[in-house]
């Protein structure tokens, strides 16, 4: 906070404009900023761990395994995300606190479904009412990393799943006939060429993901959209130092622009990404490649 900002209706337009972006509440949203981050940087990778493990499965000779593998896959991509992550958050929640009411409460004489109501004993609540306020935070992030994780490890799942089915069966055989067993070929044949055919697939998933970060308001977390909407509102003297009309439009148009920037430097990133997968492969990218060095 600047030390001019004692008194913001005396001040010039550019110094209450300086003091109106540093308060304590603007900065809930920049902090927002790292909370999507974070997110993304934490969800990407557990996903693409779903992803892979439901492929792996999906392709299983273990008939239950491989029915399980693509009934997720099926009914995870078949379910609208907004359905997903309204149901799935709340059915594990109280899921989560019915198994410790049990535990922790057997005396519990009174029903738990009370009409609309879930009520459990104070022992079982997760987190408990008496925790700090960034243990409930936290609970809450955990929650959407999970739910982001299994949504778009689904989606992930059937890219990879794909890519596997890409790979030319002839390279596989050549492989076994050199005495390779099925895990060797998985992991040193398989696996490190299937990247070249998923990585189109993945991206676009990534653009998805990124997308989807404003869901987070549904799941409970404070984040940038909810923020830009929360400080973008009319506000009067009444309540604040800083009286402004409805200015929505000037934070969303920011957020625009700041998805916009994500995005054209995630497309960078994967293009060299795919640039050097594709180096000498037997692929289009690799022909072009092969080509642009003789040229």
């Known amino acids: 906070m600047f030390s001019f900002c004692t008194d913001p209706s005396t001040?010039?337009?550019?110094?209450?404009?300086?003091?109106?972006?540093?308060?304590?509440?603007?900065?809930?949203?920049?902090?927002?900023?790292?909370?999507?981050?974070?997110?993304l940087a934490v969800t990407a990778p557990i996903a693409l761990l779903f992803g892979f493990v439901g492929a792996s499965a999906a392709r299983s000779r273990i008939a239950p395994l491989r029915w399980f593998?693509?009934?997720?896959?099926?009914?995870?991509?078949?379910?609208?995300?907004?359905a997903f992550f309204l149901f799935f958050v709340i059915a594990l929640d109280q899921g989560i606190e019915y198994l410790r009411h049990k535990a922790l409460c057997p005396d519990w004489s009174e029903p738990i479904r009370q009409g609309n109501d879930f009520v459990v004993c104070?022992?079982?609540?997760?987190?408990?009412?008496?925790?700090?306020?960034?243990l409930h935070e936290t609970y809450g992030f955990a929650?959407?990393?999970?739910?982001?994780?299994?949504?778009?490890?689904?989606?992930?799942?059937?890219?990879?799943f794909g890519a596997m089915r890409a790979v030319p069966r002839a390279q596989?055989?050549?492989?076994?006939?050199?005495g390779m067993t099925q895990r060797q070929t998985f992991w040193r044949v398989l696996v490190p060429q299937m990247w070249v055919y998923a990585l189109p697939g993945l991206?676009?998933?990534?653009?998805?993901?990124?997308?989807?970060?404003?869901?987070?308001?549904?799941?409970?977390?404070?984040d940038i959209v909810y923020w830009a909407r929360e400080l973008g509102g009319t506000k009067t003297p009444r309540f604040t130092d800083y009286p402004h009309g409805d200015w929505r439009?000037?934070?969303f148009l920011a957020l625009l622009v700041f998805y916009l920037l994500f995005t054209r430097v995630s497309e960078i990133v994967l293009g060299r990404i795919m640039a050097r997968l594709t180096k000498g492969q037997a692929t289009a990218g690799g022909e072009a490649q092969r080509k642009a060095a003789t040229a």
């Open 11 to 39: 001040l010039p337009d550019w110094q209450w404009m300086a003091c109106y972006l540093t308060t304590g509440k603007h900065m809930s949203i920049y902090y927002s900023v790292f909370t999507v981050l974070i997110l």
């Open 69 to 82: 593998a693509q009934g997720y896959i099926a009914i995870v991509r078949g379910v609208p995300e907004i």
């Open 122 to 134: 104070q022992a079982a609540k997760v987190p408990l009412g008496s925790a700090p306020q960034w």
């Open 143 to 160: 929650l959407a990393v999970l739910t982001f994780a299994i949504v778009y490890g689904a989606f992930a799942a059937n890219v990879l």
């Open 172 to 178: 596989l055989e050549t492989a076994e006939a050199y």
């Open 203 to 222: 991206s676009n998933l990534w653009m998805v993901l990124i997308k989807a970060t404003p869901l987070l308001f549904l799941l409970g977390v404070e």
């Open 249 to 251: 439009m000037w934070y």
